[in-house]
Structure formats: structure tokens, C-alpha cells
């Protein structure tokens, strides 16, 4: 029989547009710390370690180098993963799997504050013969998909405009999140245009912080924790790197990366097996796409579902109580993060202001962002 | 970046310079934008304004009793935030070197137009823990003299040429 694993601890910084008083190394530390103790262990405990870096957001070539002292980890088994978080968490998650130990620990950061050249490190990304030459912004090729998905699935810029209301409002109760605000969709439709369709309030402003999260296999989860969050599925997937040959309409990433969890997870019916979900909305078309790509919504429903407040905290299948990317800030490699730290809060009984009555079961959905194709999925039970 | 002649001729393909310079390749040129602004944090943060003070600071841990430089918040080895800041002395001894005859792009230096090759070093600082120091190059020495455990002491920048970085310290000399 398969290993059971859960998450028995999480500490996070909270999620701030500017963090100057502290660096990387100290921002990392009180998020471990917080998982640690909420862990009930010390890092002598923990058998592996993965953490999450991509080298140009940090700005150092093989910054996985610099991860280990303030996760405790100096002198013990550890390797980063230059992805999402969720994949981070794969990593771990297989590690206990694997038998290499009862304890693993996954870390992600994000100093985005500290970039200054985002737009610049983006097109960087991108191929250097066929695309760059061209010299498009990272927010066209977000544009453009905003558009292909609109044409095929039939969501309008106001159904849009009402995902990026609705995680903003969310955020306003989240103490965690750095984005809340209370606007109307005129607001968002208004605002500046950036690639059209896609204006500013659609894009999610950049935000730091830390999530550090600890995973231990049934036997030891059971002695350390009250609550345990079981790990009962997980998937992953990229789709091809071209932009001239991906699919732009349906984030077939997210559907391949969904339905690789939900096979281990033995859900065949995910919205009415699952009871909310925290997926990438780093764009707010994304919500939209994930939800129908993820099969939590049919095609051309997650628009009039959004529209009709079927995914408000109130709602029937509640996406992003905590505020999403678009209420809590776009925290690049640490994006999946932030959703397994809420869909376990949640589940928990933590989640404040914003908890939802009656759950089991969350997904959290992550996605590496513009101009990639590659997510990961997590399924998460209490 | 131009790319030059020699860039050409370290590679093992058989493109010529001149391939390139005559554009009968596709050549991209790219100039990365990849600018930061690192929050330093209490600790790099202290360190920095002390140099610009000419001072060394460190700090230390309660428990493992180790004086720590470069300073830090927390303990990696105890788990646990660090103590005390000590100042600590701008002497040192030497634990390895290098005569480096390469610059950091890998340019040879003219040794034989008497260039004086590179002298990176790791300096032990009077007053902290064994193994804690500071990376920094050493000079005003025969490179062929210097030798594990040699005492040396920093040559700093004059205090308006200071800005609070490590090259605020010129250099390490050997002292008697
Ligand atoms: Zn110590």
C-alpha cells in the first residue's frame, strides 16, 4: 500500500508589495521557524529539504546554493527546484514516498520588490531566435491568450473584471494578503490598458514573502500533529515551450496536471468532490481558464458562474477565498505556495474572516507564469 | 557585449570571426536587463555601515559561543537568532590563497609586462571563531612570500572614499 503523506506544519511572512527591513535570509527564517514550531520539530528532525528558487528573480546564477542556512538545512540532504512550488512540493512528497525519511520540508520566497528589470528578465525567457527579436512584452503574450481563451470559451472582459473584484474584496479579510481593495468592475474595466484585452487591474501586482511547509508520512504525521492535511494527490505538466504551436485557448498544462492528481486521488467528479479551490489568477482570465481547464467548471461556464457569485466565499464552489494573486500579490516562484498554505488554513479551520463551513477537500493550482506553460496541481483532504 | 576574436576562437565549432563580423550567420545580439535592489537586512545591513566606519563588526551565538562574520540573525548551525554584535579587530591570518594569473573573466593578466597576478584570500579575523572571515585580495607582497598563517591587517579607503561595501577595505598587507 502507498505511503500516506501530510502537511503537518506552515509559516509564512504574510504577503507585503516591499519587505526593506529584511533580506531573503531573514524573511525565509520566520517563515521556517513558524512551520517548525507549528510543527512541532526542530530542523535536526527533518529528513530532506527542497527548496524553490529561479535564478534571474534572485539574481545570482545557481542561487540554490544559498538556500540551506536559513531553512536549517546546512550539512542535510537538499536541492531546489528552479519551478513552481507545488512542484517543489512533488519533490518532497516523493522524497517521503521514496522511504529517504519520515520528515521533508519545502520552502519558497519571493523578493519581487527586488527586481527592477521584471518586464526585461520576462521577455529574457523567452526563445532567442524566433521570439525575441521581435521584442514583445510579457503582458502581449498574456494578451493574447487573454483573447484566444475569450474567443473560445465565450467569458467576457466583465466576467473577468468580476474575478479581480471578488479576490480583491476576498483579500480585504485575509491579514496575509497585500492587495486588497474594494472596487466595482468599472473600476477594473477602465483602467489603463496594458495589452488589449488586458488592462492593469487585470494583472497582479508583485508581492513578497516567505511559505515554508512541513510534510511527514502517516505514522509520524499522526504523533505530530491534531490536524493533518493529507497529501492525496498530485500532478504535474508543461506544455510545449513554442508559442507558435501551444494550445492558447485552454491551458491544457492545468488540465493534464489536474487530472494526473485527481487519478491518484480517485476523484472522477471535481466539483462536486472538492469543495474549493486556490488556483493561479496571476491574470484574471487565468481564474477562468484554470476552473474550466481543471474541469471544476464545463467549458464556457466558469464566466457566467463567476458572473452569477458562484465562486464568492458564499458561492456554490468557492475559488480563492484568500484573495488569489490578485489580492495577494503575484509571488512568482512562490505562487503555488501561497495556494497550499491557504487551501491547508482552510481546511484547518484558520482561514478567519474568509473560512468556508463544511470542507474536506481543496485544490491548489500553480502556474509558472508568462511566458510558460507548465502548472502543478495538489489535492489536499482533512 | 561585442564578441570578439578570441570569444570565437575559444570555442570548438567552425565558425570564424569573421562569419560574424561579415553577418553570413544569424548572429542575435542581446543585452540583458537584470537589474536588483537587495534588501540587505539587519545584518548585511550593520556589517556594510561598519565598514563604512572602518570597522569589523560580527555577532555572536549565546549557545555555540561562535563569533560570527560576516554577521547574522540567526544561528544556521543552533536554530536559534544570534546575540551580541562584537566588534572585532581588521587582523587576520591567512588560511588559503590563490596566485591567480587569470583575471575573473578568464583573461590572461600580462605577468610578463609585470603585471602583478591576482592574490585572493581567505582571512581568518582576529577576534571571531576559527574558519569565520573575509574574502578579500591580498597586496604590498611578493605573491611567491605569502604563506598559511601569515598575519595581515586591512589597508582601508579613505573615509570619503568610502561607501559601505567590502571594497571599502583596499586590500589585506602582511604585518610583522
Ligand atoms: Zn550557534
Redesign the interface.
Known sequence: MTKRVAIVGIGTTGFRATTPDVSYRELTYEAATKAYVDAGIEPKDVDSFVSTAEDFFEGYSIADEYSPDQLGAVLKPIYTVPGDFIQSLASAYMMILSGIGDISVVQGLSKASNMLSLSEMTTFAMDPIYNRPLKESPHAVAGMEMARFMHESGATREQCAKVVVKNKRNALDNPLAGHGVLIDSDYVLNSEVISFPLTQMDISPHSDGAVVVVLAEEKTAKTLSDKPIWIRGIGWCSDTPGLETRNWGEAIYAQMAAEMSYKMAGIRHPRSEIDFAEINDEFSYKELQHLEAMRICRKKEAGPLTETGGTEITGEFPVNPSGGCLGVGNLYELNGGHKVLEVVRQLRGEAGKNQLKDITTGLAQGWRGVPTATGAVAILSN | MEITEKDVAHTTSKLRFDDIKKGKV?S?K?E?????????????GRYLAELKNGRIIAKKCDKCHRTMLPP???C??C?RPTGRWVYVRDTGIVNTWVVSYVDWKAGRLNIEGGVRPFTPAIIEIDGTSKGMGILHLLDEVDPWKISRGMKVKAVWKPVKERIGAITDIKYFKPVK
Open positions: 544569424l542575435v542581446w540583458p536587463k537584470l537589474n536588483y535592489a537587495w534588501d540587505n537586512g539587519p545584518a548585511l547574522r540573525m540567526f544556521e548551525l536554530w
